[in-house]
C-alpha cells in the first residue's frame, strides 16, 4: 500500500476523533413531591448566626436542593440583634423522591425526573465559606436525607473554634425533567 492511501484514511480518523461527544440523555426516574417538616436548632463553637442569618443560609441550601413550597420561621431566637446561643427554624417544604420509596410502589401524582449532582460547599471554597463547616455537618445529619440522596460526597476537617479549609458536601438529588418542571 502506498503512503498516499493512507492519507484519506488517517484524515478520517482524525475528523471522526474530533466529533464531539454527545451526552446520554439523563435516565428518567419516576418520582414524587413528598411534604416534609423538620425542627433545627443550630449548635456551633466557631460560627455564631443571627435567627436571620441562620434562615437565610437554611434556605439557599434547600433552595439548591430543588424544594419547593418552601417555608422557614425562625425559633429559639430572644435578641434583637445580632447572634443568637442557639437558632432555630421551622422548616414545610415539598421534596422530590423516588416514587417506589415514598410510596412502596407507583404513585398517582408521579413525575418524570432525574439526578443531578448538587455543590453545597465546594472543597475549595474560602475561609469565610467555610466558617459553615459545623452549619454543612448538621445540615447533612438532618435536612439531606429528606431529599434520599444517593452518591453523597463529604469530608470534613472542621475543628471547634479554628477556621480551617477542606470541608466539602455534595450528593445527587432529584430534578424535575424540563417537561414536569414547566407542568408545576
Not at 415539598?94 to 412502596?104: D, F, K, N, T
Request: proline letters at 7%; one cysteine or more.
Amino acid at each position: 500500500m502506498r503512503l498516499t492511501s493512507l492519507f484519506p484514511l488517517a484524515a478520517a480518523a482524525v475528523l471522526l476523533g474530533a466529533q464531539p461527544a454527545v451526552a446520554a440523555p439523563p435516565q428518567s426516574v419516576e418520582a414524587v413531591w413528598a411534604p416534609r417538616h423538620v425542627t433545627f436548632f443550630y449548635q456551633g463553637f466557631t460560627t455564631h448566626y443571627s435567627c436571620d442569618g441562620l434562615r437565610d443560609q437554611i434556605h439557599r441550601m434547600l433552595s439548591k436542593l430543588g424544594a419547593r413550597d418552601l417555608k422557614i420561621r425562625t425559633r429559639g431566637c430572644v435578641s434583637m440583634v445580632g447572634v443568637e446561643p442557639f437558632p432555630g427554624v421551622a422548616v414545610t417544604m415539598q421534596v422530590l423522591v423516588p416514587a417506589a420509596s415514598e410510596h412502596g410502589g407507583k404513585a398517582d401524582h408521579a413525575v418524570a425526573a432525574h439526578w443531578r449532582n448538587v455543590v453545597l460547599m465546594p472543597g475549595n471554597a474560602g475561609f469565610e465559606e467555610q466558617g459553615n463547616c459545623e452549619l454543612i455537618e448538621q445540615f447533612k445529619e438532618t435536612f439531606l436525607p429528606l431529599f434520599a440522596p444517593r452518591r453523597i460526597s463529604y469530608q470534613s476537617n472542621c475543628i471547634p473554634h479554628q477556621l480551617t479549609l477542606g470541608t466539602h458536601l455534595s450528593a445527587e438529588v432529584l430534578t424535575p425533567d424540563t417537561a414536569a418542571a414547566n407542568g408545576r
